[in-house]
């Protein structure tokens, strides 16, 4: 299944996955799998269209990233099911690897994008 994860580096790329599904992966709503697919398991009435890869892009520090994963809906539901918070733990975890917090890394994310016509 692909996943639609940013990306900012092999090493961090592969903490964060890791975070992503077996740290907060149980608390994703069951809706997730369609982004998760690429929206490949949502009917689809159009002919298909070919799109090339896309990508949106930002610079940020590592508290900014760390405020972009507060906003996932299974980091909310970890601490409501858990009673603790996943994301100190991760971000101290990532540390080491990101060098200075106050230094803005590149982070990409691959759009999922169907196109179709009629």
Not at 19 to 46: C, K, N, Q, S
Not at 49 to 64: G, Q, R
Request: charged share 20%.
């Amino acid at each position: 299944m692909l996943r639609l994860l940013c990306r900012i580096s092999p090493q961090i790329d592969g903490l964060l996955s890791v975070f992503y599904v077996e740290t907060v992966g149980p608390y994703w709503p069951p809706e997730r799998h369609h982004i998760d697919a690429a929206y490949r398991t949502l009917p689809f009435p159009f002919e298909e269209s070919p799109f090339p890869p896309v990508a949106m892009e930002h610079h940020w520090n590592l508290h900014e990233l760390a405020s972009y994963l507060d906003t996932w809906s299974a980091v909310s539901g970890f601490r409501k099911k858990v009673g603790s918070d996943p994301l100190p733990p991760f971000i101290a975890a990532i540390e080491p690897v990101w060098g200075a917090p106050d230094e803005p890394r590149r982070i990409e994310w691959p759009l999922a994008v169907r196109a179709g016509h009629v």
